[in-house]
């Protein structure tokens, strides 16, 4: 399978980057293709946690080709941040490779999107206020930054002119801002771009070469479905693509390059910031879910809404990315639950039921969750390996799962840990399943 898709199936915070890390060890390369430090990708291993907000989660591996997409913002101080982080734990970045045409985000950015977000008040959309938005707004007016302008100091403070020349009653609040002076950006980021000029690369032309070559390449996406720019609970979503489909746009690659795309969901449902939830428990047994669960952002460390496994949600994420494959994670977390609840429909404010997720914004702002009712388990699964050391009640879970959502389920997380989890017949032939083993 020369080239397999990893995205969220909810709203994010699923687990991409613990099965982005098992399935890079038999890849060749990962590559992300779209977000930018919005994101947070948390992998435990042997002991050890390691946060990843740019850099793909195939980092880990010394070596492997670790390519930051053309789809991407970068803020490059993160990035940098991020890179001698893991140089100072001893890891090798020598793989990573970053895409010339990648835009990065600037001060004024981050000053727009923190200005933006305090001035909508109540009815703020709840960003991670990293310059996210602004960064891609940008990119959409042809007013953006890109990687490559860091190796030319001309071109540069041409564009950053340019660019701060329609924003100037926008940010009059932050006139005397020391990160505005045309000159100190400029020296800033050149020296960014020093630090970072032996990973630029053309990045789509590397990534032809290994789909040519027969290579394993990993897309990694951040975000989730549901938060999808397009396709999600808009305006509460991300500034971006995170589909399957955007991994071409964002990569530099066709969509006859894709061979496969898993989708990653949560035995249950979270979700960070403002935005409907149908099937959110505002409750005693949301927050259990949510201490069990450790439901805290990676990147903001925002408590998480919790709720129950929204399955409506969830068939229409298989949908827009037409998923071959589910990955299910922190099944564990529902051990102890007598029963357990998973939405099937919908139903309106004024008494109609949906069983899909309603296209008019006022209609699923208002929907409330009609929920079928399955039995819960009290073992530990921890140590399951395999299907059979599930307990039946759980067994059963997953099964109702699959079969509403139509796509089958590869591999369950039972626990943090890069070995807690359990490969189901769907996922043992794939090019992951020796990972178990590890």
């Not at 990843?52 to 993160?78: E, T």
């Not at 299910?328 to 939405?343: P, Y």
């Not at 139509?406 to 490969?423: L, S």
């Amino acid at each position: 399978m020369p080239g397999i898709v990893i995205v969220g199936a909810q709203w994010g915070d699923e687990g991409k980057g613990k099965l982005v890390d098992l399935l890079a060890e038999r890849a060749d390369a990962v590559v992300r293709f779209q977000g930018g430090n919005n994101a947070g990708h948390t992998i435990i291993r042997d002991g050890e946690t390691f946060k990843f907000h740019l850099i793909p989660s195939g980092i880990l591996y010394p070596g492997k080709r670790c390519v930051i997409g053309n789809g991407v913002v970068i803020d490059p101080k993160v990035l940098t941040d991020e890179i001698d982080g893991l140089r100072a734990r001893g890891i090798d970045t020598s793989g990573l490779r970053i895409s010339a045409n990648a835009h990065l985000i600037m001060p004024y950015h981050l000053l727009l999107d923190h200005a933006g977000e305090a001035r909508l008040g109540k009815l703020q959309i709840g960003t991670t206020r990293r310059g996210i938005g602004p960064c891609y707004a940008d990119k959409a007016a042809r007013l953006g930054i890109r990687v490559q302008d860091l190796l030319d100091e001309k071109i540069l403070k041409k564009k950053i002119t340019a660019a701060l020349d329609p924003k100037r009653l926008a940010l009059r609040p932050f006139a005397k801002d020391p990160a505005l002076d045309l000159h100190t950006m400029t020296e800033e980021y050149l020296t960014y771009g020093h630090r970072l000029e032996q990973y630029i690369a053309d990045t789509s032309s590397l990534v032809w070469d290994l789909l040519d070559g027969g290579s394993n390449v990993i897309f990694e996406g951040a975000q989730g479905a549901m938060l999808d720019i397009d396709h999600g609970t808009y305006p509460f979503v991300t500034s971006s693509n995170p589909v399957s489909g955007a991994a071409c746009i964002g990569a530099g690659v066709g969509p006859k390059d894709i061979d496969e795309i898993w989708g990653i969901a949560k035995a249950y449902v979270t979700r960070v910031g403002a935005g409907p939830f149908p099937t959110e428990l505002d409750d005693d047994l949301g927050a259990e879910i949510r201490e069990r669960g450790g439901e805290f952002g990676t990147t903001t460390g925002r408590p998480r809404r919790t709720g129950w496994l929204d399955l409506v949600a969830l068939r229409y994420a298989a949908r827009i990315n037409t998923m071959t494959a589910l990955a299910i994670t922190k099944l564990d977390v529902l051990s102890g639950f007598d029963r357990l609840h998973v939405c099937t429909r919908y139903r309106g404010h004024e008494g109609a039921i949906f069983d899909h997720v309603p296209y008019h914004q006022s209609v699923l702002h208002h929907a409330t969750a009609e929920y079928e009712e399955l039995p819960g388990w009290s073992e530990d699964l921890g140590e399951a390996r395999t299907e059979s050391d599930l307990p039946a009640a759980a067994r059963e879970y997953l099964e109702y799962v699959a079969d509403f959502v139509g796509v089958p389920i590869a591999v369950v997380g039972v626990g943090p840990g890069r070995e807690q989890v359990v490969w189901m017949p769907a996922g043992a032939e794939s090019v992951a399943a020796p990972a178990a083993a590890s």
